[in-house]
């Protein structure tokens, strides 16, 4: 089983910046994709970027060029960096990890204000 704990939402002014963080626990097998995940309110979950182990990136069009993604395999831990906020990230994030099964983590929330 694979614990996923985030850190480092919170409320920004648009053009600012936030760094969201997150932490497995748990065996994590070969192979694998860590990620983050966002939901507004009134809207479907929606990718927002993935990382597999050996770094290969790919992100969702509304953030590529201000957002970056990164991990550390050794400590299990998956961050992104966030920056130049718009009003329209503002969402609930969420850190996943594909291994032997989809895991989520609880949410963090990110609100930009205009």
């Known amino acids: 089983q694979v614990q996923l704990v985030e850190s480092g939402g919170g409320l920004v002014q648009a053009g600012e910046s936030l760094r969201l963080s997150c932490a497995a626990s748990g065996s994590i097998f070969f192979g694998n994709v860590m990620g983050w995940y966002r939901q507004a309110p009134g809207k479907e979950r929606e990718m927002v970027a993935r990382?597999?182990?050996?770094?290969?990136?790919n992100y969702a069009d509304s953030v590529k060029g201000r957002f970056t993604i990164s991990r550390i395999n050794a400590k299990k831990t998956v961050n992104l960096q966030m920056n130049s906020l718009k009003p329209e990230d503002t969402a609930v994030y969420y850190c996943y990890v594909r291994s032997n099964d989809d895991y989520w983590g609880q949410g963090t929330q990110v609100t930009v204000s205009s």
């Open positions: 990382i597999t182990q050996f770094g290969t990136t």
